[in-house]
Structure formats: structure tokens, C-alpha cells
């Protein structure tokens, strides 16, 4: 079966060091990975996905699939990275494409 | 302001009754999607929708159901069926089905009272 393990609820860091949110998964095929993000009171984004490579705002997350992780990476986190951080598996249903989200990890980052 | 638009953004509900949720999209996507979300679980397919007209059971539809009359609408009934309803519901549409970055609407909260 297919799953997403974020193993901290909660990551508390101070501004200006590095972040890291730990994301694990489990699925037989070719994974396709993201990141989405929650701010207070705005809507879930995409963050990242890990077939774009690409670093947004700081962020970057490598998938390694030796160690089934996607891990999101910022070496000097800012005080405006405090959110909601949600990591996501892209599995096929019935010709579709879903979402398997992890639990979330809510990062603070303090002053 | 274009996008997914959820309402209503808070929902009362008394125990038996039926309530729908709203979701509309402009962006011309093809395929959407509804969520539950619950404290420390994570998000959690109800339904979703690839074309008008067609729609299938995600992970989670008991005591749930949904319509596709139109491209932009998705409505979702929680049925006096759904045993916990009162969470947080999320909709989302991607361009089509093979794409899988989804765009998400702001939500609702259904409380059960």
C-alpha cells in the first residue's frame, strides 16, 4: 500500500538556522513526490515537486529512493517559513492520478 | 480573482440532516478532487472527478456524494450517512487527469452540532 510518513507534528527552529522536514514513503513504483505548504489563512500550495529540481524559496528536497525519503531542506529558514508543510505521493487510481498526503509537520520558526 | 471557490467557508449542521458543499473552479481544469482533513491525518480522498458527468469513489466516500453536471462544479453532500462528518473539507482541481499538481480551494469547516 501506498504511504507518506511525516514523523514530526511539530519542528521548532530559531531564524537563521537550518530546516529540516523529514518525509518517508512507501510505494512499489516510480515515486512522483511534492511539498505543499499551508500560511495562516491561505490556501494549500505547491511548494516543490521533486521532477522540477528546482529550488523555491530556499527550499529544496532531493528524493532518495536507496532510503524511500523526500526530505525539504532550507539551510537559514526565515521567520515567513512558519507553516504548515505537507509532503504528497502521486499514485495512479483507475487511470487517474491522486494525492497521498503525510500528516503534516507545522514549523514554527522563532525570532 | 480566479481559481477554486469554496463556500460556504464555515458550516452548522444538526446531527441527521444532509449539507452540501460548494466548489467551483474557473481555471478550465479538467479533473477535481474533495479532501478531508483532520487533525494529525493528513489529507484524505473523498471523491474525485476526471471528466463532466463522471466521478469515482476515493478512499474515504462512505456517507458522502458528489455530482459533475458541470466542468466548474463539484459539489459535495455529506449524507446523515457519515458517521463523523464535522472536519475540515478541501477541494482542489489539476488541468487533467494526468497532471498532478493540484490547486487548492480555501475550504470548509463543517461542524456537527
Known amino acids: 500500500a501506498q504511504r507518506v510518513t511525516q514523523p514530526e507534528k511539530l519542528l521548532s527552529v530559531f531564524k537563521g538556522a537550518p530546516v529540516e522536514l523529514k518525509c518517508n514513503y512507501s510505494?512499489?513504483?516510480?515515486?512522483?513526490l511534492f511539498w505543499y505548504v499551508q500560511y495562516s489563512r491561505q490556501r494549500l500550495q505547491l511548494l516543490l515537486r521533486?521532477?522540477s529540481r528546482e529550488s523555491i524559496k530556499g527550499f529544496t528536497a532531493d528524493l532518495n529512493k536507496g532510503e524511500t525519503s523526500f526530505h525539504l531542506k532550507k539551510p537559514f529558514a526565515q521567520e515567513e517559513d512558519s507553516a504548515m508543510y505537507y509532503c504528497?505521493?502521486?499514485?495512479?487510481?483507475?487511470?487517474?492520478?491522486?494525492?497521498?498526503f503525510g500528516q503534516g509537520t507545522r514549523l514554527t520558526i522563532n525570532p | 480573482d480566479g481559481g477554486i471557490t469554496q463556500s460556504p467557508k464555515y458550516l452548522f449542521r444538526k446531527e441527521g440532516q444532509n449539507v452540501t458543499l460548494s466548489c467551483e473552479q474557473n481555471?478550465?481544469?479538467?479533473?477535481m478532487y474533495w479532501y478531508r482533513q483532520d487533525p494529525g491525518q493528513g489529507l484524505r480522498l473523498i471523491y474525485y472527478?476526471?471528466?463532466?458527468?463522471?466521478?469515482q469513489k476515493g478512499d474515504i466516500a462512505e456517507g458522502y456524494s458528489v455530482s459533475r453536471e458541470k466542468k466548474e462544479s463539484f459539489p459535495l453532500t455529506v449524507t446523515s450517512a457519515q458517521k463523523n462528518p464535522t472536519a475540515f473539507y478541501l477541494c482542489?482541481?489539476?488541468?487533467?487527469?494526468?497532471?498532478?499538481?493540484?490547486?487548492f480551494g480555501q475550504g470548509t469547516r463543517l461542524t456537527v452540532v
Open positions: 482542489a482541481s489539476s488541468p487533467f487527469w494526468g497532471n498532478t499538481e493540484a490547486f
Open positions: 510505494y512499489s513504483g516510480s515515486p512522483e
Open positions: 521533486h521532477i
Open positions: 504528497a505521493l502521486s499514485v495512479p487510481i483507475q487511470g487517474a492520478q491522486k494525492l497521498v
Open positions: 481555471l478550465n481544469h479538467d479533473a
Open positions: 472527478s476526471q471528466i463532466v458527468n463522471d466521478f
